[in-house]
């Protein structure tokens, strides 16, 4: 399969494993599976034709390992905005966590911290490099860092996802340590 077939079935998947599983006629179980068939007869009858070792090719080499397969069955490991309950155990962050962002939100983040806006949580990244790619996909990047070591201690929870996103409900100004 070429790179960009299979970006293609990476947002293929992502959209409905994601956000609009309804749209294809699939509903996510409470953590968020489908079973692999029902997937795969899913999108054939949309008119685009899926086969299983392509699914496994697309999830063994996806550059940010969005989802997992688990027998005959499938999720995404993050960025759901249908409701899902992923069980993600508490983790505890390292020190800094990092959050890649543009511009024209700082004013507003500034004022009332990180939210998730339509996602379950805020995403933050383990390094500077990741963060500076999440917030190029908005325009010209920039990186905040966040005091995750202290959230932590003042008792917000964290959770990581299988592909090493870290996971929080908000993240309060005073956390943020924001450029200028
Ligand atoms: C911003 C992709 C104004 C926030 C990425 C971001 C990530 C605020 C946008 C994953 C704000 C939300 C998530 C506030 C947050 N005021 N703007 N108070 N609080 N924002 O896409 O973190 O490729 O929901 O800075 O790589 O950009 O899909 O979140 O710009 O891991 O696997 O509101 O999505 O992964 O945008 O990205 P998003 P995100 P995938």
């Given at each position: 399969m070429d790179d960009k077939r299979a970006i293609k079935v990476s947002k293929y998947l992502s959209r409905h494993l994601?956000?609009?599983?309804?749209?294809?006629g699939l509903t996510l179980d409470a953590q968020g599976w489908v079973d692999i068939d029902d997937l795969l007869r899913a999108t054939a009858a949309q008119g685009f034709a899926l086969t299983r070792d392509e699914l496994d090719h697309v999830v063994a080499a996806n550059d940010k390992r969005r989802f997992t397969v688990d027998g005959d069955r499938i999720r995404a490991n993050q960025g759901h905005?249908?409701?899902?309950?992923?069980?993600l155990p508490p983790a505890e962050p390292p020190a800094y966590l990092y959050h890649g962002t543009v511009g024209h939100a700082l004013s507003s983040i500034r004022a009332e911290g990180l939210r998730p806006m339509d996602r379950h949580h805020v995403h933050l990244s383990p390094d500077r490099e990741t963060a500076t790619r999440v917030g190029a996909r908005r325009g010209s990047p920039v990186v905040l860092s966040v005091d995750s070591g202290a959230m932590h201690r003042a008792g917000h929870t964290f959770h990581v996802s299988a592909n090493g996103v870290w996971l929080t409900d908000t993240v309060p100004p005073e956390f943020l340590r924001l450029p200028g």
């Open positions: 994601r956000h609009q599983p309804e749209r294809i905005t249908v409701p899902v309950d992923l069980g």
